[in-house]
């Protein structure tokens, strides 16, 4: 009695407030149906039939959840309706339904889209300061402002290292193998080793290259800065997105060239 459902389930409902959101719909139905619509962060959604009742009307009562509240009353708000908001019946045949959702990879995408907002979040919230200390650099002289971006953006130096990580770690996962490559691969692998002696530091090579990919995202911030106010969307796309990732790939790729 609880099968998998679809998001487009939710497009009869109030919006919900909540970034990363929960849904629960109880609904009864005049012929005495009981179900329950489930949805967790807005990415993995369920039904489920309680049962059959005698004397029940139409009814939802819909309960919006914001996993990230502290304490009430701020965690939850409800919505009360007099129809059935979300018609609900197990699919049939029950394993039909299961097998075309796990080889559409509905869930898998759900999860990884669920993800990926969740690591967005997490870098708003680190950089939130960040963002602010740079955009109150605006207006000061062209030697003061390189020094004090300088400053700035060495503070993220782990951001320019896990983009070298990840191109390297792709490129030798899908490239590693090949023949032709393996002086290329062993070069990024050079490029992205840790100290064997000491895991928590770089050997000079990674250092090195390290720096270099820091004095290159810089200049990109730096000339974005000098035109406009920053936002969040410039920093995403300098250190975690395909932008940053190509700049960080030219300094490691021309270093092997």
Known sequence: FTWWERADKLT????NPFRFRHTIVVMTSASGEATVFVSLFQALHFGVR?????????????VFIDPQAERPPND?????SDTVLIPLAPPDPMHSHLERNVRERVNEAALQGLLAEIERWSFEKEMAPVLARLNGLR??????????????VEEQ???????MRHIGGEFIETRGNNPMLQPAAQHIRSLIARDPAN??????AAEEC?????IALLKDIGSRLAKWDLTM??????????????????????RYR
């Open 12 to 15: 009869g409902l109030p919006p």
């Open 50 to 62: 309680l049962g059959t009742l005698t004397g029940l009307a139409a009814k939802s009562v819909v």
């Open 76 to 80: 939850i708000q409800e919505h009360r």
């Open 139 to 152: 207006g000061l002289s062209p030697e003061r402002l390189g020094a004090e971006i300088t400053a700035i």
């Open 157 to 163: 130096a782990v951001r320019a290292y896990w983009l």
């Open 199 to 204: 895991p928590t530091k770089l050997t000079p």
């Open 210 to 214: 390290t720096v270099h990919c820091m």
């Open 233 to 254: 969307d410039d920093l995403w796309d300098v250190f975690r997105s395909g932008h940053g990732a190509g700049i960080v790939a030219d300094i490691m790729f021309s």
